[in-house]
């Protein structure tokens, strides 16, 4: 192997090194920013405990409201499932013509 393919192979590593180096900088920071009030107020509540969706309240009635609410939300994840899959099956028939 010449010397110019050692080059650019170390030169390949280094920019990969680099390049992650950056990527996992700037996710670690990202995290770390304060949020201003307008998002916040946004955002809602960010509290640290543990209340069940539908609020603080964990009678059965409330867990049903839940699993209805996370029902309606799969089915929904479904739906863009199969019409994302339903495009991609398409444009690949398209360009396989």
Known sequence: MSDT???VIAL???AVI???GYYWYTS??????ETSDDTQSALGSTSEDTTL???SD???AAMQKDLTSIDAQMNGFD???SSVDQ???SQASGSAQ
């Open 28 to 33: 670690s920071t990202a995290g770390s920013h």
């Open 12 to 14: 390949v590593i280094v």
């Open 18 to 20: 680099a390049i992650g």
């Open 53 to 55: 969706p539908s609020g």
């Open 58 to 60: 964990d009678s059965d």
């Open 87 to 89: 495009g991609i099956d």
């Open 79 to 81: 739906s863009d499932s």
């Open 5 to 7: 393919y050692k080059v």
